[in-house]
């Protein structure tokens, strides 16, 4: 199976059409079967305002194919805490999503802003 019970995930919603809202989601996958996953963890909203990606407060259990074309998805480390990560732009690197406990993943392919 390529993707199990425990996983964490960062995902990539792909925009459908021009100016649709950027999401991504990080969260933990609690049940798996074939390509469809239930995850619980955070969703991340682009703000055209702050011009930064801002976390919904609250916990989110969601379902996805994740072999639809929709989504592009990174395994991210076991140990990272959901609750602690956020979007930075650090200079000389760009867009990353950070822990602050040294997890770091360079998403700018995924931005426009770099």
């Known amino acids: 199976m390529i993707i199990e019970k425990g996983d964490k995930v960062h995902l990539v919603y792909r925009a ?5 809202t ?3 989601f990080l969260g933990e996958v609690l049940e798996v079967e ?6 619980e963890g955070f969703t991340f909203i682009y703000d ?28 991210i480390d ?9 979007y930075r732009y650090l200079r000389d690197a760009g867009l990353m999503v950070c822990d602050g406990a040294g ?11 770099s």
Request: net charge positive; glycine share 4%.
């Open 34 to 39: 074939g390509a469809v996953c239930r995850l």
């Open 16 to 20: 459908l059409y021009e100016n649709s």
């Open 22 to 24: 950027r999401r991504h």
């Open 78 to 86: 076991s140990r990272v805490k959901l609750e602690n990560v956020t």
């Open 48 to 75: 055209n305002k702050s011009a930064e990606y801002q976390r919904k407060p609250e916990r989110r259990t969601t379902i996805v194919d994740l072999g639809e074309s929709g989504y592009i998805v990174n395994i």
């Open 103 to 113: 997890f770091t993943l360079d998403i700018n392919e995924f931005s426009f802003r």
